[in-house]
């Protein structure tokens, strides 16, 4: 069946383009929902011209193929319902989860090439040698992410706490105790093909576990991310494992892109990687560490209030937090932004790169309402426009907007990058109360007196702000 070769090389080469040009797509909103039916479309044409081989070359049963099937129609049918089903509020958790599917899946791809190998002897051996050892990096690296990526969801979702010992020095001759099994199981496993298999495993889940589990709240958004980069890496050893062009070319993108967003992520909380994985929780340290005070000079307001300040307002800025997403009030601020629109007055979004619980977390919730994307500025850009803003209205922000990581040099958060909304002329804060953020600590912002606080819940604010707007008769025609 020489002819197979040509038609899988076709059709890999054909799955790249998609790919990449889904990946370039995915850079922009309006463009991103095509782009990522190309990706889809790319990563289906990669299962076939496997499967297209492996018949081609081991043959593969109707019982296997009765397999592949339903599970390929049990697994759509389940992503499709938890795309549609999931709350924008736990998509954290849905993306940690996803990661660690895709963990498990390179996982059980060189789990399954180990236990069941080609028995035609052809590779040589120092393809064997390779084989074996992309067989260690996939089971390796895709048991830390799936372990890990598990352990992150029940923290995001509340399921699980921080077991206090994972905050003394026990928890890293735990985690190097599982690195150095790992690593036995790994020359094993490199030697052989199987002894040593479900010691790299075993070690590996736990190394994922012990890594993951001090991480707090704070540190949260750069886990994902960076548990996303291991899913690539392990997708592309799974891709050396099966022979796919398609899987190394993929992973690689996927482990690279995220390793880049990793320290993107650590650059706008002004926190190192090792700090992150070792240094235990920033929200543990910071409590830990006191942080606190007493607020002095808290003025709060209604929303008729704010309501007077925007309808005289020419240039209005809106800082998105998680607590936004927690009140799933996105479509409400639109409605809020569109009555401001329809009275000339200029709305802008400052995102902070850290803001909510994953990467592009505000990006994700604002484009849901139909936000258009021109408006979302990122915090380089809009930090210098904050002065000549005449309101900012903060929903659900609190570490990112806090002035003590430029003033206070004592304070954990000293040297963080963050939204001047102090800046503007005034400054309105929807909080539901004065806890504070994962740091902490108290918020400096509170305290100054351009700023004034609107306690409630966001939706239900921003649902009075736009009553009282339309009473007012702000952007109504004629």
Known sequence: MTFIAPIKFAIDLLAVLLLALGIKGLSKVRSAREANRLAGIAMMLAAFGVLLNSQGTIGISINSWIWIIC???????????????????????IVALFNGCGGMSSLLVALGVALFPSSDGSDGVVGELIRNFSIVVSLFVGAITFSGSIVAMAKLQGWLSTPSWTQS????FFNIFCA?????????????GQNGLFLIVIASSLLGIGVTLPIGGADMPVVISLLNSYSGVAAAAAGFVVGSQLLIVAGAMVGAAGLILTQVMCDGMNRSLVSVLFGGALGSSSVASGGGGEYTNITSCSPEECALSLEAAERVVIVPGY??????????????TRVLENAEIEVTYAIHPVAGRMPGHMNVLLAEADVPYEQL??????????????????????????????????????????????????????????SAGYSGIKNDLFDLPNTSMVFGDAKKVLGDLLLELKDLGVGSKG
């Open 71 to 93: 599970g390929t129609l049990i697994g759509g049918l389940l992503g499709a319902l938890t795309a549609k089903r999931v709350p924008m509020t736990a998509m954290p958790e």
């Open 169 to 172: 020095k026990a928890r890293h």
């Open 180 to 192: 150095v099994l790992a690593l036995i199981g790994g020359i094993y496993l490199s030697i052989d």
């Open 323 to 336: 607590g936004l997403a927690v009140a799933q009030a996105q479509h409400t601020l639109r409605e809020v």
């Open 377 to 434: 500025k990122e915090m380089d850009v809009i930090n210098p426009e904050f002065p000549a803003t005449d309101v900012v209205l903060v929903l659900g922000a609190n570490d990112v907007v806090n002035p003590q990581a430029k003033t206070d040099q004592s304070s954990p958060l000293y040297g963080m990058p963050v939204l001047d909304v102090q800046e503007a002329r005034t400054v309105f804060v929807v909080k539901r109360g004065m």
